[in-house]
C-alpha cells in the first residue's frame, strides 16, 4: 500500500530555518510535491521534486532522494504568517489522459512563535 | 480569472437528504478531481475525472457519484447523505502532473 510519514506538529522561533521531513512507501514515484494550508483555506502549491537535489523557491526550498525515499520542505527566515499545515504528496500513478495521482500525508502543523 | 470555485461553501443536511456539490475551473485544465478533508487524515481522493467524458473513483468513493458536465465543470453528489460524510470537501484541477490548484472549500455538516 501508499504510505507517506510526516511530523505531526513543529514548533519553531520567527526568524529561524525549519526542516519539515517526508518519508514515503508507494508502489509507484515519479514526484514529490509539497503544499501550504492555513487554517479554515485551501491548500496551496508549493514545490514539486521530480529529481533528486534541491530546489529554491524564495524563502522555501525543497529536497528530494529517491534512493532514500525521502524529501523535505526548508523554510527559512520564518515569518508569522508561515503557520500553517504543510503536506506532502507523492505523484504515484498515471490515470490516463494526461492525469496522475497524487497520495497526500496527513500534514505537519508548523507553528511559529514570536 | 478565478480559478477553482465552488458552491456552497457551507451546507448543512439532515440524514438521508442529497445535496450536489459544484466546481468550475476557468484555467482549461483536462483533469478534475473531488478530496475530502477529515481532521488528522489528510487529503483523500473521491473521484477525479481525467478528461471531458470519463470519470474515475479515488480512494473514498462509496456514498458518492460525480458528474463531468463540460470541460470547465466537475459536480460531486451525494445522494442519501450520512453523518460520516461530515467533511470539508476540495475541488482541484491541474495541467501538471504534481500540482493541483484548490477550491475554497465547501464545508459540509450531516445531522
Known amino acids: 500500500g501508499q504510505s507517506l510519514e510526516q511530523p505531526s506538529e513543529v514548533t519553531a522561533v520567527e526568524g529561524a530555518i525549519v526542516q519539515i521531513n517526508c518519508t514515503y512507501q508507494?508502489?509507484?514515484?515519479?514526484?514529490l510535491s509539497w503544499y501550504q494550508q492555513h487554517d479554515g483555506g485551501a491548500p496551496t502549491f508549493l514545490s514539486y521534486?521530480?529529481?533528486?537535489g534541491l530546489e529554491e523557491t524564495g524563502r522555501f526550498s525543497s529536497f528530494l532522494s529517491r534512493s532514500d525515499s525521502y524529501g523535505y520542505l526548508l523554510l527559512q527566515e520564518l515569518q508569522m504568517k508561515d503557520s500553517a499545515s504543510y503536506f506532502c504528496?507523492?505523484?504515484?500513478?498515471?490515470?490516463?489522459?494526461?492525469?496522475?495521482?497524487?497520495?497526500f500525508g496527513k500534514g505537519t502543523k508548523l507553528s511559529v512563535i514570536p | 480569472n478565478a480559478g477553482v470555485t465552488q458552491t456552497p461553501k457551507f451546507q448543512v443536511l439532515k440524514t438521508g437528504q442529497s445535496m450536489t456539490l459544484q466546481c468550475a475551473q476557468d484555467?482549461?485544465?483536462?483533469?478534475m478531481y473531488w478530496y475530502r478533508q477529515d481532521p488528522g487524515m489528510g487529503l483523500r481522493l473521491i473521484y477525479y475525472?481525467?478528461?471531458?467524458?470519463?470519470?474515475d473513483k479515488g480512494e473514498v468513493p462509496n456514498g458518492y457519484n460525480v458528474s463531468r458536465l463540460n470541460k470547465r465543470e466537475f459536480s460531486l453528489r451525494l445522494e442519501s447523505a450520512a453523518p460520516s460524510q461530515t467533511s470539508v470537501y476540495f475541488c482541484?484541477?491541474?495541467?501538471?502532473?504534481?500540482?493541483?490548484?484548490f477550491g475554497p472549500g465547501t464545508r459540509l455538516t450531516v445531522l
Open positions: 521534486n521530480a529529481l533528486d
Open positions: 504528496a507523492v505523484r504515484d500513478g498515471y490515470s490516463g489522459a494526461g492525469s496522475y495521482q497524487l497520495t
Open positions: 482541484a484541477s491541474t495541467i501538471n502532473p504534481g500540482v493541483r490548484f
Open positions: 508507494t508502489s509507484g514515484f515519479y514526484g
Open positions: 475525472s481525467a478528461s471531458e467524458g470519463t470519470t
Open positions: 484555467m482549461n485544465h483536462n483533469s
